[in-house]
């Protein structure tokens, strides 16, 4: 759970700063990407990632959550039916904040804030994980003839062949 804010609030009271950040996650999941102040942006990133991972759980509890703190059904939906797949593979850092510069009326410091969408690269083994590996021998590959190409005895052969089995059982 993000930790709770001391001093100021964004723009006033701890209800504002809660419709604030909820509508801040909405547009960030319908858009993918805001432009928004830096600290906006710092803000918004615990509950972004928070609700992310609401939609890799998928149940209805995680989607009654979500929408209890989005209160907009078009956003849950897009996070829960297109977000959540595209990051299933990641474990955590699903938002980027990127610095742009200061906006020209206040002098603002504004920043980006986009979802990570890109598949995740597969990591690179440790050496002493490789070195066992390593070691261990490798099954061979056998390749088998297509089925087309497999010629069955006749059945009066095989059936000769095991005769003489099943006698010799006896």
């Known amino acids: 759970m993000p930790k709770p804010?001391?001093?100021?609030?964004?723009?006033?009271?701890?209800?504002?700063?809660?419709?604030?950040?909820?509508?801040?996650?909405?547009?960030?999941?319908?858009?993918?990407?805001i432009r928004t102040t830096e600290t906006k942006a710092k803000r918004?990133?615990?509950?972004?990632e928070r609700l992310v991972t609401f939609g890799k759980r998928g149940d209805l509890h995680a989607?009654?959550?979500?929408?209890s703190i989005l209160r907009n059904k078009e956003a849950v939906?897009?996070?829960?039916?297109?977000?959540?797949?595209?990051?299933?593979?990641?474990?955590?850092?699903?938002?980027?904040?990127?610095?742009?510069g200061n906006r020209k009326g206040d002098n603002a410091p504004?920043?980006?804030?986009?979802?990570?969408?890109e598949p995740v690269a597969p990591k690179a083994k440790s050496a002493k994980k490789?070195?066992?590996?390593?070691?261990?021998?490798?099954?061979?590959?056998?390749?088998?003839?297509?089925a087309e190409e497999v010629v069955e005895a006749p059945v009066e052969e095989t059936a000769a062949a095991e005769a003489p089995a099943e006698e010799k059982a006896e």
């Open 130 to 146: 490789a070195a066992p590996a390593a070691k261990a021998p490798k099954a061979e590959v056998v390749e088998e003839a297509p």
């Open 77 to 100: 939906h897009v996070l829960f039916a297109e977000i959540a797949p595209l990051v299933a593979e990641r474990e955590g850092g699903y938002t980027r904040i990127t610095k742009v």
């Open 63 to 67: 989607r009654r959550r979500a929408l």
């Open 44 to 48: 918004l990133r615990p509950l972004a």
């Open 5 to 33: 804010t001391k001093g100021p609030r964004l723009g006033g009271g701890p209800a504002h700063e809660r419709l604030l950040l909820a509508n801040l996650a909405a547009a960030l999941f319908t858009n993918k990407s």
């Open 110 to 117: 504004m920043a980006v804030i986009e979802l990570v969408l």
